[in-house]
């Protein structure tokens, strides 16, 4: 089971994308995809919205993502999150067991 949490970062005059790009930039990004029990942790533009950037983050489960949340990074997120002036939306999912029904639609 892996939990998955969808933040969209949405700012003005471009400022969420130089967020996402400041995050990787600075290495931010890429220690958190080393943290323990990270999954998945990417930036994506929402193609009717380019003022938001949509992060997918996945974690094997709620007790890693709470080590992430105590991690020094997340001040230097929080401060980067300040200086480029967002808001957040917040969704969250829990991953359930693969649908056989589903496998004929899927193209590999």
Same mark, same amino acid.
């Given at each position: 089971m892996s939990l998955t949490v969808n933040l969209y970062y949405t700012g003005q005059n471009g400022a969420a994308q130089k967020?996402?790009?400041?995050?990787?930039?600075?290495g931010i990004a890429q220690r958190i995809r080393q943290e323990a029990g990270n &999954?998945?942790? !990417?930036?994506?533009?929402?193609?009717?919205?380019?003022? @938001? $950037?949509m992060l997918i983050d996945q974690w094997t489960d709620q007790a890693a993502?709470?080590?992430?949340?105590?991690?020094?990074?997340?001040?230097e997120l929080a401060q980067l999150r &300040?200086?480029? !002036?967002?808001?957040?939306?917040?969704?969250?999912?829990? @991953? $359930?067991?693969?649908?056989?029904?589903?496998e004929e639609f899927i193209r590999k």
């Open positions: 967020f996402a790009q400041a995050m990787e930039e600075q &999954e998945k942790y !990417d930036y994506f533009i929402p193609m009717d919205d380019p003022e @938001t $950037v993502l709470d080590r992430h949340h105590d991690s020094p990074m997340m001040q &300040e200086q480029f !002036d967002l808001h957040m939306r917040v969704e969250r999912f829990v @991953t $359930v067991d693969a649908n056989p029904a589903d």
